[in-house]
């Protein structure tokens, strides 16, 4: 089985739920505390070994281009003021030339469609998508422990996580065959159910490990769910006609950045794990904890 080294990063959405901040920054762009989302999913990609990445993007995400630029002025201001330490983030932050690909999704079309615009670029090997609202704080970077369970299993894996019966209807749901601890075989998804509908606890997050007949099967696909074309509809197809999908319950915290309270979440948790932040985040929590009770 050829070596995951492709990943592809759907940012072709139009981020609504961050109006108006979204109308002239991308997502992708915000930040936890000094480092854009993008980022983080980056080096969650190059921890599982991704030497090649792939950019879905959309009319107005010039930024994120230019944010994977070397800016050189930056630089020289820097080497000037002999700002080392700030010199070397820059440039971590530095993608090798032929490294990195950008393709348009000329119509936000849904998630299916804005990994399918990337099918040329992928070939026939399997590849990962990461959704980088997504930021998944793990000892094992989340990827990384997905590699390593797909070169065992196969097929096709999603990052799976346990949600209460009255979340499930945010999410595609796993409907499980086998429990194996930390990899689970399945019969399928559903996207989106009722409560009463979802086959189990078990809800798909933004990682997937794709083989390339996703592609195949996103070429025959008409829109699903909401007016979208669904990445789910392809990964059910896989399991329709009898081949294997696995969900894998990932080691770590996940912060659904693409939603406000998700990304405030994230922000005091990655603050807090700042060494150079803690006590005076944790200082100003616990004042304003005591100040809310003192109310009540
Ligand atoms: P979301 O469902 O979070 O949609 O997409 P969104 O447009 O980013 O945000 P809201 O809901 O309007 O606030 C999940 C992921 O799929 C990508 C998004 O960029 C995000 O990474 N996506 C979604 C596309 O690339 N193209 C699409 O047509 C839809």
Sequence with gaps: ???VS???FPVAGLGTRFLPATKSVPKEIMTLVDRP????????????GIKEFIFVTSRGKSALEDYFDQAPELEHQLRKKGKDDLLEILKSTNMESGQIAYIRQHKALGLGHAVWCARRLVGNEPFAVILPDDVIAAETPCLQQMVEAHAE???CMVAAM???????SSYGVLDVKEDMGSVVSTRGMVEKPAPEDAPSNLAVIGRYILTPQIMRNLNKIKTGAGGEIQLTDAI?????????????????????????AGFLQATVAFGLARPDLRDELSAYLDELVSVRNAAQ
């Design 1 to 3: 089985m050829k070596k």
């Design 6 to 8: 492709k990943a592809i």
């Design 37 to 48: 989302l993008i980022q983080y999913a980056i080096d969650e990609a190059r921890a599982a």
């Design 153 to 155: 299993t196969g097929g």
């Design 162 to 168: 346990e949600v209460a019966p009255e979340k499930a």
């Design 236 to 260: 059910a197809t896989e399991v329709q006609e009898g081949r294997e999908v696995y969900g894998y319950r990932f080691r770590g915290q996940r912060f659904d950045c693409g939603s406000k």
